[in-house]
Protein backbone atom coordinates (compact mmCIF):
# COMPACT_ATOMS: atom_id res chain seq x y z
CA UNK A 1 0.00 0.00 0.00
CA UNK A 2 1.23 3.87 -0.46
CA UNK A 3 0.42 7.04 1.05
CA UNK A 4 -0.90 10.24 -0.08
CA UNK A 5 -0.57 13.29 2.61
CA UNK A 6 -2.70 16.51 2.75
CA UNK A 7 -2.53 19.28 4.64
CA UNK A 8 -5.74 18.90 7.48
CA UNK A 9 -6.97 22.49 7.14
CA UNK A 10 -6.64 25.33 4.77
CA UNK A 11 -8.62 28.11 5.51
CA UNK A 12 -9.05 30.92 3.11
CA UNK A 13 -10.82 34.70 3.07
CA UNK A 14 -13.58 34.77 0.10
CA UNK A 15 -11.89 35.86 -3.07
CA UNK A 16 -8.15 34.59 -2.39
CA UNK A 17 -6.56 31.95 -3.37
CA UNK A 18 -6.34 28.29 -1.71
CA UNK A 19 -3.91 25.73 -2.81
CA UNK A 20 -4.12 22.22 -1.48
CA UNK A 21 -0.94 19.67 -1.35
CA UNK A 22 -1.33 16.11 -2.32
CA UNK A 23 1.98 14.63 -1.58
CA UNK A 24 3.24 10.68 -2.15
CA UNK A 25 6.21 8.71 -3.75
CA UNK A 26 3.71 6.94 -5.97
CA UNK A 27 2.56 10.12 -7.88
CA UNK A 28 5.80 10.53 -9.28
CA UNK A 29 4.69 7.96 -11.97
CA UNK A 30 1.14 8.53 -11.48
CA UNK A 31 -1.69 10.70 -11.59
CA UNK A 32 -4.11 12.29 -8.76
CA UNK A 33 -7.81 13.22 -9.09
CA UNK A 34 -9.40 15.51 -7.08
CA UNK A 35 -12.73 15.41 -5.10
CA UNK A 36 -14.89 17.62 -3.15
CA UNK A 37 -17.39 16.41 -0.42
CA UNK A 38 -19.85 18.67 1.18
CA UNK A 39 -21.64 17.80 4.49
CA UNK A 40 -23.61 14.78 3.61
CA UNK A 41 -23.18 14.24 0.44
CA UNK A 42 -21.46 12.30 -2.01
CA UNK A 43 -17.50 12.92 -3.35
CA UNK A 44 -18.12 15.25 -6.86
CA UNK A 45 -14.88 14.90 -9.00
CA UNK A 46 -13.05 18.37 -9.15
CA UNK A 47 -9.63 17.44 -11.26
CA UNK A 48 -8.48 14.25 -13.20
CA UNK A 49 -5.04 13.38 -14.73
CA UNK A 50 -4.02 16.34 -11.86
CA UNK A 51 -4.76 19.24 -14.12
CA UNK A 52 -8.06 18.35 -16.40
CA UNK A 53 -11.25 20.06 -15.25
CA UNK A 54 -14.22 17.54 -15.83
CA UNK A 55 -17.27 19.69 -17.41
CA UNK A 56 -19.41 21.82 -15.35
CA UNK A 57 -16.12 22.74 -12.46
CA UNK A 58 -15.57 26.16 -12.78
CA UNK A 59 -12.67 27.67 -14.38
CA UNK A 60 -11.33 29.15 -10.75
CA UNK A 61 -10.60 25.66 -9.95
CA UNK A 62 -7.17 24.59 -11.36
CA UNK A 63 -4.71 21.61 -11.17
CA UNK A 64 -0.47 21.11 -11.07
CA UNK A 65 1.74 18.80 -10.33
CA UNK A 66 5.50 18.94 -10.14
CA UNK A 67 7.46 15.45 -8.90
CA UNK A 68 6.29 13.74 -5.96
CA UNK A 69 3.53 16.70 -5.23
CA UNK A 70 -0.11 17.89 -7.02
CA UNK A 71 -1.99 20.60 -6.11
CA UNK A 72 -5.15 21.78 -6.05
CA UNK A 73 -5.71 25.61 -6.85
CA UNK A 74 -9.05 27.42 -6.10
CA UNK A 75 -8.51 31.12 -7.61
CA UNK A 76 -11.22 33.55 -5.83
CA UNK A 77 -12.47 31.46 -3.43
CA UNK A 78 -16.27 31.69 -2.93
CA UNK A 79 -18.35 30.21 0.13
CA UNK A 80 -19.66 27.84 -1.94
CA UNK A 81 -16.21 26.00 -2.38
CA UNK A 82 -15.90 25.09 1.96
CA UNK A 83 -15.71 21.78 1.62
CA UNK A 84 -13.20 18.32 2.38
CA UNK A 85 -11.34 18.31 -0.44
CA UNK A 86 -9.32 14.49 -0.98
CA UNK A 87 -6.74 13.65 -3.66
CA UNK A 88 -6.72 9.91 -4.43
CA UNK A 89 -4.40 7.81 -6.83
CA UNK A 90 -4.14 4.59 -8.16
CA UNK A 91 -1.02 1.99 -8.82
CA UNK A 92 -0.36 -0.87 -11.43
CA UNK A 93 -1.74 -3.24 -9.04
CA UNK A 94 -5.47 -2.73 -8.92
CA UNK A 95 -5.81 -0.76 -5.48
CA UNK A 96 -6.68 3.09 -5.05
CA UNK A 97 -6.05 5.12 -2.50
CA UNK A 98 -7.01 8.72 -1.12
CA UNK A 99 -5.77 10.82 0.66
CA UNK A 100 -5.70 12.07 4.09
CA UNK A 101 -8.31 15.07 3.19
CA UNK A 102 -8.17 18.93 3.61
CA UNK A 103 -11.02 20.73 5.04
CA UNK A 104 -11.52 24.35 3.13
CA UNK A 105 -12.47 26.94 5.37
CA UNK A 106 -13.49 30.23 3.88
CA UNK A 107 -13.06 32.91 6.62
CA UNK B 1 -28.93 9.64 -16.80
CA UNK B 2 -26.36 7.65 -14.82
CA UNK B 3 -27.42 6.72 -11.11
CA UNK B 4 -26.37 4.75 -8.60
CA UNK B 5 -28.33 3.52 -5.39
CA UNK B 6 -27.10 1.66 -2.88
CA UNK B 7 -29.19 -0.40 -0.19
CA UNK B 8 -28.48 -2.71 2.53
CA UNK B 9 -27.26 -0.97 5.22
CA UNK B 10 -28.35 -1.27 8.52
CA UNK B 11 -27.28 -2.30 12.34
CA UNK B 12 -24.93 -5.59 12.67
CA UNK B 13 -23.33 -6.83 15.90
CA UNK B 14 -19.71 -7.74 15.66
CA UNK B 15 -18.90 -10.92 13.74
CA UNK B 16 -21.73 -10.67 11.80
CA UNK B 17 -22.50 -10.25 7.80
CA UNK B 18 -24.23 -8.02 5.63
CA UNK B 19 -24.40 -7.46 2.00
CA UNK B 20 -24.61 -4.27 0.41
CA UNK B 21 -26.57 -3.96 -2.92
CA UNK B 22 -25.55 -0.73 -5.39
CA UNK B 23 -28.16 -0.93 -8.42
CA UNK B 24 -27.22 1.19 -11.64
CA UNK B 25 -29.17 3.00 -14.03
CA UNK B 26 -28.56 4.31 -17.42
CA UNK B 27 -24.92 2.39 -18.25
CA UNK B 28 -24.46 -1.22 -18.09
CA UNK B 29 -22.12 -2.70 -14.86
CA UNK B 30 -20.91 -5.75 -17.01
CA UNK B 31 -18.97 -3.23 -19.55
CA UNK B 32 -17.58 -0.91 -16.97
CA UNK B 33 -15.11 -1.32 -13.33
CA UNK B 34 -17.41 -0.74 -9.98
CA UNK B 35 -15.87 0.39 -6.95
CA UNK B 36 -17.04 0.78 -3.50
CA UNK B 37 -15.76 3.51 -1.18
CA UNK B 38 -16.23 3.83 2.90
CA UNK B 39 -16.17 7.02 4.84
CA UNK B 40 -16.61 6.68 8.49
CA UNK B 41 -18.34 9.00 10.53
CA UNK B 42 -15.98 12.20 10.98
CA UNK B 43 -13.54 10.74 8.72
CA UNK B 44 -11.57 10.46 5.92
CA UNK B 45 -12.75 8.30 2.83
CA UNK B 46 -11.34 4.92 2.54
CA UNK B 47 -11.40 2.71 -1.00
CA UNK B 48 -12.78 -0.56 -0.10
CA UNK B 49 -12.52 -2.97 -3.38
CA UNK B 50 -13.15 -2.65 -7.34
CA UNK B 51 -14.39 -5.31 -9.51
CA UNK B 52 -13.80 -4.89 -13.63
CA UNK B 53 -16.04 -5.33 -16.30
CA UNK B 54 -14.29 -9.30 -16.65
CA UNK B 55 -15.00 -9.87 -13.09
CA UNK B 56 -11.31 -9.57 -11.80
CA UNK B 57 -11.24 -8.16 -7.87
CA UNK B 58 -9.24 -6.52 -5.74
CA UNK B 59 -9.76 -5.38 -2.05
CA UNK B 60 -8.16 -3.25 0.55
CA UNK B 61 -5.62 -4.67 2.81
CA UNK B 62 -8.39 -3.38 5.92
CA UNK B 63 -11.44 -5.85 4.23
CA UNK B 64 -9.00 -8.60 2.23
CA UNK B 65 -10.53 -12.12 3.29
CA UNK B 66 -13.63 -10.52 4.57
CA UNK B 67 -15.05 -8.38 2.29
CA UNK B 68 -16.20 -10.22 -1.23
CA UNK B 69 -17.49 -7.81 -4.26
CA UNK B 70 -19.31 -9.13 -6.84
CA UNK B 71 -22.36 -7.88 -9.36
CA UNK B 72 -25.10 -9.64 -11.52
CA UNK B 73 -25.15 -8.21 -14.98
CA UNK B 74 -28.98 -9.08 -15.62
CA UNK B 75 -29.77 -7.30 -12.56
CA UNK B 76 -27.46 -4.56 -13.04
CA UNK B 77 -25.97 -4.29 -9.52
CA UNK B 78 -23.32 -4.74 -7.58
CA UNK B 79 -22.69 -6.52 -4.15
CA UNK B 80 -20.41 -5.69 -1.39
CA UNK B 81 -20.30 -9.32 1.13
CA UNK B 82 -19.67 -7.97 4.23
CA UNK B 83 -18.28 -10.59 6.91
CA UNK B 84 -16.75 -10.75 10.09
CA UNK B 85 -17.48 -7.31 10.73
CA UNK B 86 -15.58 -5.51 13.30
CA UNK B 87 -16.41 -1.54 14.74
CA UNK B 88 -14.15 -0.28 12.58
CA UNK B 89 -15.91 -0.88 9.78
CA UNK B 90 -18.95 1.15 10.42
CA UNK B 91 -19.12 3.88 8.37
CA UNK B 92 -21.01 5.10 5.18
CA UNK B 93 -20.58 2.86 1.49
CA UNK B 94 -20.28 4.27 -1.38
CA UNK B 95 -20.54 2.59 -4.51
CA UNK B 96 -19.08 4.41 -7.57
CA UNK B 97 -18.43 3.87 -11.34
CA UNK B 98 -14.75 3.95 -12.71
CA UNK B 99 -14.77 6.38 -15.19
CA UNK B 100 -14.91 4.38 -18.49
CA UNK B 101 -12.16 5.69 -20.77
CA UNK B 102 -8.59 4.80 -21.18
CA UNK B 103 -5.86 4.74 -18.26
CA UNK B 104 -8.90 6.42 -15.80
CA UNK B 105 -8.61 5.40 -12.65
CA UNK B 106 -11.11 7.74 -10.95
CA UNK B 107 -14.83 7.73 -9.97
CA UNK B 108 -16.94 9.92 -12.21
CA UNK B 109 -20.06 8.63 -10.63
CA UNK B 110 -21.09 7.99 -6.98
CA UNK B 111 -24.11 7.01 -5.12
CA UNK B 112 -25.65 8.26 -1.93
CA UNK B 113 -24.48 5.91 0.16
CA UNK B 114 -26.15 3.51 2.98
CA UNK B 115 -24.77 3.51 6.33
CA UNK B 116 -23.27 0.30 8.32
CA UNK B 117 -23.36 0.47 12.13
CA UNK B 118 -21.11 -2.52 13.69
CA UNK B 119 -22.45 -2.18 17.52
CA UNK B 120 -23.39 -4.93 19.72
Known amino acids: SYDLTQPPAVSVSPGQTATITCSGDVLAKHYVYWYQQKPGQAPVLMMYKDTVRPSGIPERFSGSSSGTTVTLTISGVQAEDEADYYCQSADNSGTYVFGTGTTVTVL | EVRLVESGGGLVQPGGSLRLSCVASGFNVNTNYMTWVRQAPGKGLEWVSV???????HYADSVKGRFIISKDNSKNTVYLQMNTLKAEDTAFYFC??????????????WGPGTLVTVSS
Open chain 2, 51 to 57: ISSGGTT
Open chain 2, 96 to 109: ARVAPAYDAHYFDY
